[in-house]
């Protein structure tokens, strides 16, 4: 039932994200990174696995430096129809804001001499602790590591690029969003607001 805290999370009459159902790619396994203007700004970095997607939100989103280790906080695993996901959700909804897909595409363990079929060595790892994976995404690619944080709060991981020909540094994920954001657009909108209801 790994999608139960989702569905308990959310009302589906009010909000358009999809219900929690298990699907899988036909292909290869997938990633999505989602831009999402919630209570605070933050990216949700998205594997799939199992038929559904492994999430983590990164307050300050995903970096191409590997001087930069980004604090990824695990949240519940969200339904695989998910990466599709945009749009508004409504206040009084769990989440509620604005979301984009920042980025998608495939990946693949970086583990090449595992005996392990690509899903299996993902688990491993994830239950491990420590998941080494390489993203074909538009925006994020090469090796990349979660890395669960010792004598934390148990959610807490690490997102590390590693250092290959796709590493830059300095990155910033904000700067390399589209001018076109809605994400962008919706913050600015609230700000707005919020600077007219001092004025007033
Ligand atoms: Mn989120």
Do not use: C
Not at 164 to 188: G, H, I, Q, R, W
């Amino acid at each position: 039932m790994a999608l139960k805290d989702y569905n308990k999370k959310r009302k589906f009459d009010e909000t358009s994200e999809p219900k929690g159902k298990a699907k899988k790619s036909t292909n290869k396994l997938i990633f999505v990174i989602q831009r999402h203007a919630a209570t605070r700004l933050h990216y949700d970095f998205r594997l799939e696995m199992e038929g559904v997607l492994k999430s983590w939100a990164v307050p300050k989103g995903p970096s191409l430096d590997p001087k930069d280790k980004r604090l990824a906080m695990m949240v519940e695993d969200h339904p695989y129809d998910y990466k599709d996901f945009e749009g508004n959700i409504p206040e009084g909804n769990y989440g509620a804001g604005q979301v984009e897909v920042w980025d998608s595409g495939t990946y693949e363990p970086l583990d090449e001499t595992s005996k392990l079929s690509d899903e299996k060595e993902l688990l491993k790892e994830l239950h491990a602790g420590s998941l080494k994976f390489i993203l074909h995404g538009k925006k994020l690619k090469g090796e990349f590591a979660l890395v669960k944080m010792k004598n934390t709060e148990d959610n807490a991981w690490l997102l590390i690029k590693h250092k290959d020909e796709f590493a830059e540094s300095p990155y910033d994920a904000e700067k390399n969003t589209s001018p076109k954001s809605l994400v962008t657009k919706f913050l600015e909108e609230k700000k707005s607001l919020k600077n007219d209801k001092k004025k007033s």
